[in-house]
Structure formats: C-alpha cells, structure tokens
C-alpha cells in the first residue's frame, strides 16, 4: 500500500501519466433513411397535378440531389413478401415468404438491419414491418433493431386508427383521436429519433407508414383535398381479352357501381397520400435541422402497386405494372439530379444500401 502511494505520488510530481486512448477516427459513413409506403400506385409520383406536391416538387429541382427511376418494379406484389426481400436482398423463394402469412419464415437474424447493426449503425424502424408482426407471440424487437416501433398486425380497421405499436417491445395503444393518426403517429417518431440519434456514429431508419394501404383513410386534414381526376387508362374494365392469360379472360367485366367504386378508392388513395408527403417533408426537415441532410441518402418506394380496375383487375399480386410498378427515388448528396432509365427492383435496395455504408451482406443476395 505504501509503495503504491508512493508511486502515484511520484507520478504526480514528474508528470507521469498513462496515454489516453487513442481516439476512435470520425465515422464519415452516411446516414440512409429508407420510406417505405404502402400499396402506392406508381402513376401517383410523378402526377399532374401533384399528389404528394413537397416530394413532387424535391425531386424535380435540379439543384437537389434526387434520382429518379421511373423504370422501377418489385418481384412479388404482395406485401409481406416484398418486404422480405427489401429487407434481403433475395427473392421471395429463397426468402420462404411467397404470402402474407409467412413473414415468420423470415430469417430474421440475417437482414438489412443486422448487416448495418452489426457494422456499428444505430438502426431504427418505425410503422409497418411484416404482416401478422409479432406471429402470435408477444411483442418483440427483431434482431438488428435498436430503436423499434412497429405496428402490430390487426385487422383492417387498424390501419389509421384503433392499432396498437410495439415500443421496444411493450404494446401502446392508439386510439381514433386526430393525434391518433397512424402516418402522423410514425412520423413523429422518427422526427424524435432523427433528434436524438448519436452524432459518433451513422443511423439507419426505416419509415414504414401504413399509407396509402386500404382502407384509404386521409388524415382530417386532407379528406375532399383531391379535386382532380383519376387516371382511367384504356385497360380499365377492358372488354377484348381474348390476347389475355384464361385467368383475366375468367373475369366478369365491372358494373358502374363497381367503377364508381374504384374511381373513388382511387381518390382516397391519392388524399391519403398526402399525410405519407408530410412525413416526407418532416423528416427531411428534421434532418436539416440537425445539420444532416447533407450527410444522408434517402431511399423512397412503395411495397408494391395497385390495379384499380385495370385488366378488369381489382387489387394487387396481379402480373400487370399496376401492381409491380412501384415509384422509385433517391437522395444522393453529391449525385447530381437526374432521371435514370435503367431497370432497378425492389431486391436492389438491401445491397445497395449495404454497399453505401460499406458492408458485406452476411448471407449471397
């Protein structure tokens, strides 16, 4: 004990000193912020006039840093399957998710958020995961995810209102008030991580809002905003299918009142829409705010499309491009705008994310 003093005593007084550590260097790696929408149909962005006006508006300025691929597709248009493999990188057939139930034949342990997690990211998800989320078990936070809101599964009254969210792990409940509703819930959310995430190091996040997913609900704010027309192509109810697969030439052509019907779920979806811009622009600007929108890539697309009567077709999982053509957009820092021709997929963006934050997928993509 006498010694020990007597050597830190010394060490004071000749200006002994142990080195600090060696600082960690700065971690240069960007930001990547991926908004994934539900059911959009691709002829809602771009669209004259605007449906979502703040992204419209973003990604036609050519001093802003947006790509747009208008030549862009998803491989299953179906919800959780293409999920899967947005998160993957794989098809559905190696993913094992081919239908909505089957998002708990997901590897979960072996994601686009592990890959980023595992690489030092802080990642985040908030809003739609996988259909049927948490698989009848409680709630849990995936792997990989180190802040995590996702919507529990429920029934089609829950899509904006009356649902339930996973908050790391415990179940909240939301209930029919306007602060109530899902999109705005989710993109509160993520403003709050955005303002909160460390500064030392990247952040990944995931904005997954249930819009503009049937049953088309637009937030109190936008409900009557759309008065223009829905596009109505040629395909629409078409009558000479005699060239179309027996499955298409097996369906009854639609009644008016069916028409009516889909013309108007055509106008909830692009009202409903307009809540998924707000959360476009709201992210954006909390990324300003913080000084990082310079320093993030954002991703934008929908899960998959929609066929409003199309092909006489009314829904998704159909072989068409109103269901597999999906609106397709990024933010580069540094990339100049432009419009890109090439053919992209939805399985793209899990490598391709992985490659801008300089990671090697764990598994082939």
Request: charged content about 20%; glycine content about 6%.
């Amino acid at each position: 004990m006498q010694v020990a003093v007597i050597l830190a005593a010394a060490a004071i007084v000749l200006g002994w000193a142990v080195p600090p550590p060696a600082a960690a260097p700065p971690d240069h790696r960007p930001n990547i912020v991926l908004i994934l929408s539900d059911d959009q149909t691709y002829d809602s962005l771009p669209h004259d006039p605007p449906v979502m006006p703040f992204l419209q508006a973003a990604m036609r300025d050519p001093k802003d840093h947006w790509v747009w691929f208008p030549n862009a597709f998803v491989n299953t248009p179906l919800c959780c399957p293409s999920r899967a493999s947005i998160l993957t990188g794989r098809y559905s057939h190696h993913t094992g998710v081919r239908r909505n139930r089957d998002g708990i034949r997901l590897d979960e342990g072996d994601t686009l958020a592990m890959w980023l997690h595992d690489a030092g990211y802080t990642t985040a998800l908030f809003g739609k995961y996988l259909n049927r989320y948490p698989f009848d078990a409680a709630p849990y936070v995936p792997p990989g995810w180190d802040r995590w809101g996702g919507k529990i599964q429920g029934s089609g009254a829950t899509v904006y209102y009356n649902y339930a969210v996973s908050r790391q792990g415990f179940p909240v409940a939301y209930d029919r008030g306007p602060a109530d509703y899902s999109t705005d819930v989710f993109a509160q959310m993520a403003v709050d991580f955005i303002g909160t995430a460390p500064t030392d190091h990247p952040f990944f996040l995931m904005l997954a809002p249930t819009g503009p997913h049937s049953p088309w609900v637009p937030a109190p704010r936008d409900n009557g905003s759309w008065t223009g027309s829905v596009p109505e192509p040629p395909s629409v109810n078409e009558r000479a299918v005699s060239d179309k697969p027996a499955w298409i030439r097996g369906l009854p052509t639609l009644r008016p009142t069916d028409l009516a019907e889909v013309r108007t779920d055509h106008r909830l979806e692009y009202e409903t829409l307009a809540s998924v811009d707000d959360a476009v622009r709201s992210v954006m600007e909390a990324l300003r705010a913080r000084g990082q929108l310079g320093d993030t890539v954002i991703v934008y697309l929908s899960d998959n499309g929609y066929s409003y009567g199309e092909h006489r077709w009314i829904t998704k999982s159909c072989p068409y491009e109103e269901c597999i053509r999906t609106p397709f957009l990024v933010r580069m820092p540094g990339t100049e705008a432009r419009t890109d021709e090439r053919l992209v997929s939805s399985v793209d963006v899990a490598p391709t994310i992985a490659d801008i934050a300089g990671v090697d997928p764990a598994e082939p993509v």
